[in-house]
């Protein structure tokens, strides 16, 4: 369940299903039950008397909550429902969902939330497009003033599905349950931080109605990219891994492009070289073993290094410097056909003419380049792209920068997103905090070189980078420093490749 729908295509992976002949009313039972059920299990955590309210709104999503207090009063569990809205209101499923509860439907009342062992949050959907205000906000904080755990029904209410952005007010839920698949704003920040433990429940709509709908939207995980990763063989060489190239900055700024070196041949390119400036030569040699260090000062002579074919892949940015140099020797690596991948000083060097940069790009049909900005450097480097930066959500940033670089763009954080220039976009959901610490990205960009160089697709190599620079998070854990992060590499990548249902010929 990699895809990610938007509510418009959640929407209509509804209408197909119920084209397809399973009736809507048969989804909304699912769905209830699905909520149901996760309520009953939280049984042992709450008093065995205490009510469950269960607040629902008017639309399809209260319908869900309807169906669920139906269900958790037969099986004698003491139910309160209320409904934030006029009945008149409820329409279809929804209302039909409201005749079969046989309970009374309560007005909405901060008041019967005290006491509740359970909450359950069938207010709004993933489909709220407007700031909540009036009762329905004040319903939302005094759910969340409650202290009592909450499940969610599809996504917490004021959570907007396609964003995650908090639209005036939004539950914050101990567990959300959703349907047939997850929402951008499940894994997109804030709202994320608001779904608690997520479960996706199958409701009965058929996995074939995803090839009309075509999602262009990934959970970035081994399963989007995994049969494209590269698995060394048993009769390979270190030639046939591909060459990596690092750029170094000055003597007083080599950790970076040492710290790449190190991700790129511990994600398996067969070699590692960085072109160093000759004043840093001696402390980038001395402080290597299995990279090479070869002496390269300007873009001119990094021009002449990369002639070189073996060379395919190359990192400009870690600790190289801001201004004119850089600009130049940007200019020159994307002027060879070789992967470039473009962090830091790289991408800083061109805020002042960014559109400079996305003219070198646009003509390198047969070479990948990857930009690897976090949140700051993408406001600075796409702040003349007109409209780009009011867009609102991360995802459709990051989607719409692609395009106009016509570049894989890495957009960093705890909900890094990896967009292409076709629309395709994976949203990661496995950072950890431990990550946020210097030279953690110099080590990312290294990585995607490294994958680069083993002639991995750009948009696969980079989500793959991505994943695993945070499953190292979850290895080391707290205390984390960029320097642990390649060397946890190996245990990662055996755990990855044990998952893959390839043969790995050894």
Avoid at 456 to 467: K, R
Wanted: proline letters at 7%; a neutral charge; charged letters at 20%.
């Amino acid at each position: 369940m990699i895809e990610l729908l938007t509510p418009q295509e959640m929407a209509q992976a509804d209408r197909l299903a119920i084209t397809a002949g399973v009736a809507g009313l048969t989804l909304m039972e699912a769905a209830g039950r699905a909520v149901a059920m996760a309520s009953l299990a939280t049984a042992a955590t709450r008093p065995p008397d205490a009510k469950i309210v269960v607040v629902c709104g008017p639309g399809n999503n209260g319908g869900d909550g309807f169906v669920a207090a139906r269900l958790l009063a037969e099986r004698g569990n003491p139910v309160h429902v209320m409904l934030v809205g006029k009945r008149s209101a409820l329409k279809g499923d929804a209302l039909e969902a409201a005749r079969r509860w046989p309970g009374a439907i309560l007005a909405p009342d901060p008041a019967e939330l005290a006491g509740a062992g359970l909450i359950i949050d069938a207010l709004f959907g993933a489909g709220l497009a407007r700031p909540v205000d009036g009762l329905p906000r004040a319903i939302i904080e005094a759910i969340n003033a409650a202290g009592t755990p909450v499940i969610a029904v599809d996504l917490p209410s004021g959570i907007q599905g396609a964003t995650g952005a908090v639209l005036g007010a939004a539950v914050k839920a101990k567990q959300t349950v959703t349907f047939f698949r997850r929402k951008p704003g499940h894994l997109l920040l804030p709202g994320r931080l608001h779904c608690g433990a997520l479960t996706v429940t199958d409701i009965g709509i058929p996995a074939s109605v995803l090839e009309q709908i075509g999602p262009r939207k990934f959970v970035n995980t081994p399963d989007l990219w995994g049969r494209d990763f590269p698995i060394p063989r048993i009769e390979g060489h270190k030639y046939a891994r591909g060459h990596a190239v690092i750029v170094s900055g000055g003597i007083s700024s080599t950790g970076a492009a040492r710290l790449a070196a190190r991700g790129a041949l511990r994600a398996g390119a067969g070699l590692v070289t960085i072109a160093s400036p000759a004043e840093a030569l001696a402390v980038n040699a001395a402080a290597n073993l299995a990279i090479m260090v070869r002496p390269v000062d300007g873009a001119r002579e990094l021009a002449a290094f990369l002639d070189d074919r073996r060379l395919n892949a190359v990192v400009l940015g870690p600790g190289g410097g801001v201004g004119a140099s850089m600009r130049e020797q940007v200019r020159a690596a994307l002027n060879c056909d070789r992967a470039v991948v473009l962090d830091a000083d790289a991408l800083t060097s061109f805020d002042e003419d960014p559109q400079s940069l996305a003219e070198a790009i646009s003509g390198r049909h047969n070479a990948a380049t990857v930009l690897t900005p976090h949140e700051g450097e993408f406001a600075r480097l796409f702040k003349s792209f007109a409209g780009l930066l009011d867009l609102p959500s991360k995802l459709e940033k990051a989607v719409a920068a692609a395009e106009g670089m016509s570049a894989v763009v890495l957009l960093k954080g705890a909900d890094t997103v990896v967009a292409a220039p076709d629309g395709r976009a994976a949203i990661a959901d496995n950072a950890q905090p431990w990550l946020a610490t210097a030279g953690s990205g110099d080590v990312l960009a290294g990585m995607i070189a490294g994958l680069l160089a083993q002639g991995m697709p750009p948009f696969e190599s980079t989500a793959a980078a991505v994943w695993l620079h945070g499953e190292t998070g979850s290895q080391v854990g707290p205390g984390l420093i960029s320097e642990d992060i390649p060397e946890v590499l190996p245990d990662v990548m055996r755990k990855l490749f044990a998952s893959l249902e390839r043969p790995l010929n050894l």
